[in-house]
């Protein structure tokens, strides 16, 4: 059965940084673009970054360009998102979406009818 689990999520203060993972299981990752997205209270998912299955292609929102890398170890089938310089506006739960792709696959679609595997999401609040 195909799973991801996020993990890493917490409190931290405005500025500080946070590395979540987006680990799988019941599947490989090789062939599958991932996505990181995250939904605040009373608001929709929305993109946040996503990375094509070799990792040779990246897409970010605008509002976390320059600030959050995504990455990924497909020996130890996780992506990874590191947050720096965290803005209390980036508070929200965060979940990873996977999709299928071909080999060879480049895309980075960032909308979330594009990907048809979640997570369950994990916490990340920034407040002093």
């Known amino acids: 059965q195909l799973q991801l689990v996020e993990s890493g999520g917490g409190l931290v203060q405005p500025g500080g940084s946070l590395r979540l993972s987006c680990t799988a299981s019941g599947f490989t990752l090789d062939d599958y673009r991932i996505g990181w997205f995250r939904q605040a209270p009373g608001k929709e998912r929305e993109g946040v970054s996503c990375?094509?299955?070799?990792?040779?292609?990246?897409n970010y929102a605008d509002s976390v360009k320059g600030r959050f890398t995504i990455s990924r170890d497909n020996a130890r089938n996780t992506v990874y998102l590191q947050m720096n310089s965290l803005k209390p506006e980036d508070t929200a739960v965060y979940y990873c979406?996977?999709?299928?792709?071909?080999?060879?696959?480049?895309?980075?679609?960032?909308?979330?009818?594009?990907?048809?595997?979640w997570g369950q999401g994990t916490q990340v609040t920034v407040s002093s």
């Open positions: 979406g996977a999709t299928w792709v071909y080999p060879g696959d480049t895309s980075v679609e960032l909308t979330t009818t594009s990907y048809h595997s």
């Open positions: 990375i094509s299955s070799s990792g040779g292609s990246t």
